[in-house]
């Protein structure tokens, strides 16, 4: 979702300190989430697993900066950012990559607009680009028809489904919420979830 500029966005983005730069100063495991929103998931998810690399994708430099602000004050080893289009991850992220976290994506909702899905065959062809081994693809999403666009392009595309809920509760010891999902659950809507693997 496109927000308002704010004032301070160009000295925000050229003080961050976290873009990513190719490289973690460690081997661990690298987690990516594409269309990162104002940060709140990929930090949650980066304090609860510090072992584990993350990398926030966000197209808009007017959203990057919100989550650059929520982000700067914790000082993490292990969260970087991106600013850049999800078409363009390939020259960042080649072979790379152990799970892709889609969070509440546009859905596109108009049939001329499909290849935009972040679900799309042509996404997921880019995506296959960027993983290192084993593919793992964790949507959520409160949106039915794009959650079942979902299922249909990923078993098209050889991913197995090896969890699915269209009422998902949150498992507090595994996973944290973004901005949208909480938003979402105090208004009662059901949230969808699937888990997809290709070997």
């Known amino acids: 979702m496109r927000m308002r500029n704010p004032k301070d966005k160009d000295e925000v983005i050229k003080n961050c300190s976290f ?35 993350f990398i926030g994708v966000e197209k808009y430099s007017s959203v990057a900066s919100y989550a650059i602000k929520k982000i700067a004050p914790y000082q993490l080893d292990n969260l970087k950012i ?33 290849k935009r899905r972040l679900t799309s065959i042509d996404y997921l062809k880019i995506y296959e680009q960027l993983f290192i081994d084993e593919k793992l693809i964790i949507q959520k999403t409160d949106n039915l028809d794009l959650f079942k666009f979902s299922l249909e392009s990923l078993q ?24 949208y999902e909480e938003k979402f659950r105090d208004k009662g809507i059901k949230i969808n979830y699937l888990k997809a693997i290709k070997k």
């Open 82 to 114: 991106i600013i850049c289009d999800a078409l363009d991850l390939e020259k960042y992220l080649k072979g790379k990559v152990s799970c892709i976290y889609l969070n509440f994506s546009d859905p596109w909702p108009k049939k001329r607009h499909s």
């Open 156 to 179: 098209e595309y050889g991913y197995t489904i090896k969890e699915l809920s269209y009422d998902y509760k949150l498992n507090t010891s595994v996973d944290v919420m973004s901005e």
């Open 19 to 53: 873009f990513y730069n190719f490289d973690f100063s460690n081997p661990n495991p690298i987690h990516l989430e594409i269309g990162m929103g104002k940060g709140n998931f990929i930090l949650q998810m980066a304090l609860k697993y510090p072992h584990i690399n």
